[in-house]
């Protein structure tokens, strides 16, 4: 791993306890949870749009949104919005199970 580099390290937007949309502040990244293979390959479709998540283990469902959008926060909520309501559509989250001590 490079020096700086954390993989783990987000900020969650979270529906139903579900991750709908994470920034990665460290790669300056923001990325988008989208079920919905239509609309993931929409987004996909527009130049810069790709993979989210470290490049050696990009993360399923969810696209990085492009870096121009950065000077464009309605189009960062638009798209974080239909993620949101994509998210919100999925099954719960099942509950952790603890072990017995």
């Given at each position: 791993?490079?020096?700086?580099?954390?993989?783990?390290e987000a900020?969650d937007v979270r529906?139903n306890d579900l991750?709908?949309?994470?920034?990665r502040?460290?790669?300056?990244?923001?990325?988008?949870r989208?079920p919905?293979?239509?609309?993931?390959d929409?987004?996909?479709a527009?130049?810069?749009?790709?993979?989210?998540?470290?490049?050696e283990?990009?993360m399923?469902?969810?696209?990085a949104?492009p870096?121009?959008?950065?000077?464009?926060?309605?189009?960062?909520?638009?798209w974080?919005g239909?993620?949101l309501?994509?998210?919100r559509?999925?099954?719960?989250?099942?509950?952790?199970s603890t072990?017995a001590?």
């Amino acid at each position: 791993m490079r020096d700086g580099d954390r993989p783990f390290e987000a900020e969650d937007v979270r529906v139903n306890d579900l991750v709908g949309a994470r920034v990665r502040e460290h790669r300056a990244e923001i990325g988008v949870r989208l079920p919905d293979a239509a609309v993931r390959d929409e987004l996909l479709a527009i130049d810069g749009a790709g993979p989210y998540g470290p490049p050696e283990r990009p993360m399923g469902g969810y696209v990085a949104m492009p870096e121009a959008w950065k000077s464009e926060p309605d189009r960062l909520r638009e798209w974080i919005g239909v993620a949101l309501d994509q998210v919100r559509r999925m099954p719960p989250k099942a509950p952790r199970s603890t072990a017995a001590k």
